[in-house]
């Protein structure tokens, strides 16, 4: 059974470094064409795909949020993480992770909200 | 980066057919492959796959859903609509990065 949680830190100051974890079971990041990646999602918007990481350690990155974003995993204890820096108001949203099956998002996690406070 | 464009609602009564419409900006196939994916979203809940790769329903899913289409049109139809179907549905690409989603269709009542 795969599944999927994301944990963070819930609320943090603009600026700020914002840090995901995504821990998973039911699946391995060593097994070729696995990959994970971030989605988010503001409040009453669409989803907006953000990076990916994938079994040979390759990296993708949204080009709109040009160098914020940082994508890493541990493939021991099965987790991906995501870091964003210097987080705005315009950060506000539902991240989800997922894992990648090839070219589709077969599996989610519930998503955790992240605030920023001015 | 591809746009993908939906209908932001669509009414339609129970039993009906409910059929979704997704423009891309580009062409999304390659090699015959179409590189189209269909979710569903409750309120409060995380995106469901329902069809992949344009036509492919995936694990799990009624096979009432169904994907169609090809180039920059394609179509998510819902046959017969049941209560459980209410829902958002959105479209996503992955043809080319940015991976992009639609920005979503709500199924209601009519």
Redesign the interface.
Known sequence: QVTLKESGPGILQSSQTLSLTCSFSGFSLNTSGICVSWIRQPSGK????LATICWEDSK?Y???LKNRLTVSKDTSNNQAFLKITSVDSTDIAIY?CARNWE?????????VMVTVSS | ?IVLTQSPALAVSLGQRATISCKTSQNVDNYGIS?M?W?QQKPG?????LI??GSNL??GIPVRFSGSGSGTDFTLTVDPVEPDDIANY?C?Q?KD????????TKLELK
């Open positions: 669409g989803l907006e795909w993708g949204n080009p709109s989800y070219f589709y998002f077969d599996y989610w996690g519930q998503g | 980066d590189y994916n979710y809940q995380q995106p469901k796959l992949y790769e995936a694990s959105c996503q992955s990065y940015p991976w992009t989603f639609g920005g979503g």
